[in-house]
């Protein structure tokens, strides 16, 4: 059994030795822009003439009998590596826990040391599902393997160098120039001699390469008359070197005399973590060699100073004491000591890591082992201290420091020494960026007996000019806020977040995925670039996830109307925190916040077409919980300040701090008039600027800036037609209709005060909304109203003048006229028609007119020339006379000032009403057909106020 695993395991070494060396002549051989020279490629079966080999490939559409014999051989060692690698085959287990390669996953010694410095890891078999963090200490140097190509040999590429020393099988390429011509090659014989003809032969084994080079010209000088000698090496011998040890894939090796220890190991498929880098053992002619991969790995020596000799063994013992550094040095890692080396000190140890980050102020731990293997820590150790075997050294920032962040110039670590204060920091130059926020800074603090971490508020104002200090302890962040940084506390994201709603960022970002989706179902962009589910993934140590995008839920229509989650872009764990917290707190928390929130529009009609969206500030998602804290400490800024918003203060802190936070006080303030809203519910007024300062504010506070009391009115309003000068005018408080028109020079020659068109906005609205609510009730009653119909054909034709009568109400605008009294002098005579105007008022007043106009169920529906006398049935007559559907007992006249008034048109009555000039006569449809609507007589109505705002409409079109 023994002999028969023996065969097996030399079987498969030369196998593999000659799949590399094919593999090797198959590099060479495809490098089509290499020199052809006479070179040859020594293998365990026989040279290869590689000018043989570049002749067989450059001929196209031919196949070269050497190449096939690679190509098959290949294959056949191909078949046996996967069958000899496949129990070592890198488990797909492994892959999903997050590894690319078996080298990759912990060791033990890297779990044990982890554990040592609390960085607890899950083992694989135990919980596979979880896998193991590549994150932590890892040892050094084992990755070279790893991370490189596979070896070929160290094949000669290039001119070779002068320290080569010449070896038996060494073939030489000599060129002859001058008395004699000629080309020789030349093997180094077993005698170790070069033998050329008419030269005596020359010693060439185990001489430098320009020691031999000077002795060979200087036979040929003395042989031949001005003769120059040219030598090169035309291919370097093969050598066996027999890798043992603690290697993945030990064995004997065919490498070329150029190769390196580097060369062999990385045919051996590298070392593995259990096998030292440090006492490398090569035996070479009864004597041991030692190697140091570190001084090739840190750059102190090179791999070419490592070449390998024929017969040699490479020996990997297990590693030996190791020691573990980390923190803020350049490599943290786990370092192997040099054996025999003794202790070195803690400062020659950090040189294996890089050294410090820093030059200077590093705290220096070690974490030592006890008789019983606990640790045990050595706090502020000197340079010099001596390092034992299993020490962890940490290099971190000393305990007396602190950090500064946010606003700041300069954000980073600051010795307590220096500052010990608050204001020590801030009277340093150019601490704070431009245009900070003072009225709070946060203090992220660590309390010295319970270790929990709070925040604590500083008013930077006061700190500033002396009235406030804060006393600085170790590890305190002190986190400095910026305009936008406040600004984002009133932003569309963090109150929808307040309300529980999504915030519309993540809308915005989820919209934009599934509309890339859509694109990439249909061909337009390609897949990878569409959204794909959130990779969920385990949180760090910390207890804080990965920076993973917001996900939001999306009603999949394309997957059956069902919910999908969707990873946006948006990264805010600010955010995020304050949805947990809201959620589980009262509408109180946050009250003040959730003001911004309530504006409604006014009507229905109103839309907000702008939203405050703005980007989280970096600040709040490195620090979740810094939101949620802000929000609590808000004050309301609202009234006449440049930008009214929530503003966080200290509690206690002057009122007019959070004035100055808000852009100050607008040219409309009444620096006289102040008010303060309490979170109790007391209020305190009529306060001036003066006396704002010496008011404490507290978070939940509302501070409102009143406006200057002026007599002009916030608005204009608009006069049109025939006046002297038309336009838009600001009016004063209380100003009338009177004073308006002296303003525009009074009235014109052709104007006609009767046909007057008075406009106001909220009677527009009202209008408009009175349409739309009769639209939905009509479309409501409708069917049940053609239940009860019993003529199918009346039914039809009531059904479409109703959905026509709705279409009229939704779509026709609303004018907003007011029956008013424009002529000067009647306002004179009578002053209670006189009445105050309003913002946003007009005015039209139109030429006289000299016509009237007929519409509704007559044969001609037109306008009709103006005659004095005539009654409205004569004008009716004119317009062609009755339709067959008219009603004439519901006729009614339009006058020209908006008024409206039944004609009475009957058998016997020609309607006595006079019609003046600029007048509608409405002939409405006769309800007949229709008698069983219950609404008919609501829908003549209707019918009176669609014709009195297209009247109106008509008037004011022509007057513009």
Not at 695 to 723: H, K, M, S, W
Request: glycine share 10%; hydrophobic share 35%.
């Amino acid at each position: 059994m023994e002999n028969s695993m023996r065969r097996e395991y030399k079987a498969g070494v030369t196998k593999r030795r000659l799949q590399l060396g094919l593999a090797c002549a198959g590099l060479l051989v495809s490098a089509a822009s290499m020199p052809v020279t006479a070179q040859m490629i020594e293998l365990p079966t026989g040279s290869v003439n590689l000018r043989d080999l570049q002749q067989q490939y450059g001929q196209r559409g031919t196949s070269s009998p050497t190449l096939d014999q690679v190509r098959q051989q290949g294959q056949g060692q191909g078949q046996d590596l996967q069958t000899r690698t496949r129990g070592t085959q890198f488990d797909s287990r492994m892959e999903a826990a997050g590894y690319r390669n078996e080298n990759e996953t912990p060791s033990s010694l890297e779990i044990q040391y982890r554990n040592r410095i609390g960085e607890k890891e899950s083992q694989y078999k135990d919980r596979p599902e979880e896998g193991l963090r590549r994150e932590g200490l890892r040892q050094f140097g084992y990755d070279f393997s790893a991370n490189s190509a596979p070896s070929t040999g160290g094949l000669l590429s290039g001119a070779v160098p002068d320290d080569y020393v010449l070896g038996i099988g060494d073939e030489l390429v000599v060129t002859l120039r001058g008395q004699v011509n000629n080309t020789v090659q030349a093997r180094v014989d077993r005698e170790g001699r070069i033998v050329l003809p008419n030269i005596a032969p020359v010693a060439a084994a185990g001489r430098r390469f320009d020691e031999f080079r000077e002795d060979l010209t200087a036979q040929a000088q003395a042989a031949f008359s001005q003769t120059e000698l040219f030598v090169s090496v035309g291919s370097v011998r093969s050598i066996g070197v027999l890798v043992t040890g603690e290697v993945r894939e030990p064995g004997r090796f065919t490498l070329t005399s150029f190769s390196s220890v580097i060369d062999a190991l990385l045919m051996a498929n590298g070392i593995v973590k259990t096998g030292s880098l440090r006492s490398i053992k090569i035996a070479r002619d009864g004597q041991t060699l030692d190697i140091d991969l570190y001084d090739v790995l840190l750059g102190r020596r090179a791999a070419t100073d490592l070449r390998l000799r024929d017969g040699d063994q490479i020996i990997v013992p297990s590693i030996g004491n190791t020691i573990a550094i980390k923190g803020d040095v350049v490599r943290p890692g786990i370092y192997e000591l040099r054996s025999g080396g003794g202790r070195p000190s803690l400062e020659a140890a950090l040189e294996l890591a890089g050294g410090p980050q820093r030059a200077r102020g590093n705290r220096l731990e070690i974490l030592r082992l006890d008789r019983d293997g606990r640790n045990q820590l050595i706090r502020n150790a000197a340079p010099s201290t001596a390092i034992l075997p299993g020490d962890v050294l940490v290099v971190e920032l000393p305990r007396d420091a602190m950090t500064l962040e946010g606003a700041a110039e300069l954000p980073g670590d600051r010795g307590l020494s220096q500052v010990q204060t608050l204001g020590a920091l801030l009277r340093e130059p150019y601490v704070l960026r431009s245009d900070p926020y003072l009225p709070l800074a946060v203090i992220d603090t660590e309390d010295p007996v319970t270790r929990q971490r709070r925040y604590v508020a500083a008013d930077l104002s006061r700190v500033l000019d002396g009235s406030m200090n804060v006393t600085l302890r170790e590890r305190d962040r002190v986190i400095i806020l910026s305009r936008d940084d406040v600004r984002y506390l009133a932003s569309a994201d963090v109150q929808s977040v307040l309300r529980g709603a999504p915030p519309p960022s993540l809308r915005l970002s989820i919209d934009s995925q599934m509309a890339e989706e859509r694109l990439a179902l249909a061909g337009q962009i390609a897949p990878q670039q569409a959204a794909t589910a959130p990779e969920i993934s385990k949180p760090d140590d910390d207890g804080v996830g990965p920076r993973k995008g917001m996900i939001g839920s999306v009603i999949d229509r394309s997957g059956g109307g069902q919910d999908r989650l969707i990873e946006s872009d948006l990264k805010c764990r600010g955010l995020e925190r304050l949805a947990s917290v809201a959620a589980d707190s009262n509408y109180r928390r946050f009250s003040v916040a959730r003001l911004l929130g309530d504006t409604k529009p006014r009507n229905a009609t109103e839309q907000k077409t702008i939203i405050g969206l703005q980007a989280c500030p970096p600040l709040f998602d490195t620090h979740p919980n810094l939101l949620p804290f802000l929000l609590e400490h808000a004050t309301a800024v609202q009234g006449e300040v440049r930008q009214p918003g929530l503003y966080p203060v200290v509690p206690g802190g002057p009122a007019d701090s959070v004035i100055s936070a808000a852009g100050g006080l607008s040219l409309d303030a009444d620096q006289q008039a102040f008010e303060i809203s309490r979170r109790d519910g007391n209020r305190v007024a009529g306060l001036t600027l003066a006396q704002l300062a010496q008011t404490p504010v507290n978070p939940g506070d509302i501070v409102r800036a009143l406006n200057n009391i002026t007599q002009r009115e916030v608005g204009l309003v608009e006069v049109a037609g025939e006046v002297s000068y038309p336009g838009r005018y600001d009016i004063r408080r209380g100003e009338r209709l009177s004073e308006l028109l002296r303003r525009v020079g009074g009235l014109s020659a052709d104007a006609y005060t009767y046909g007057a068109v008075f406009q106001r906005e909220q009677a527009r609205l009202s209008e408009e909304e009175g349409f739309r609510r009769a639209a939905r009730e009509l479309e409501q009653s409708l069917p049940s109203l053609l239940v009860n119909a019993e003529n199918a054909q009346a039914s039809q034709s009531a059904v479409q003048f109703i959905q026509t009568m709705i279409t009229n109400l939704r779509t026709t605008p609303g004018v907003g006229r007011v029956v008013v009294e424009s002529d000067p002098a009647v306002l004179a005579a009578r002053p209670e028609l006189d009445f105050v105007l309003e913002p946003g008022d007009r005015l039209t007043i139109p030429k006289r007119p000299s016509h009237v106009t007929v519409t509704g169920e007559v044969l001609n529906p037109s306008s009709v020339m103006f005659s004095t006398g005539l009654s409205a049935r004569q004008y009716i007559q004119k317009a062609g006379g009755f339709a067959s559907a008219a009603e004439k007992g519901d006729a009614f006249v339009i006058f020209p000032n908006g008024e409206s008034e039944p004609l009475r048109l009957g058998t016997f009555s020609d309607g006595s009403v006079p019609i003046p000039p600029g007048s509608t006569i409405v002939v409405p449809r006769d309800p007949e057909p229709f008698s069983f609507l219950t609404t008919t007589r609501s829908i003549a109505s209707l019918v009176s106020s669609l014709a009195l705002s297209v009247a109106s409409l008509v008037v004011i079109g022509n007057n513009n």
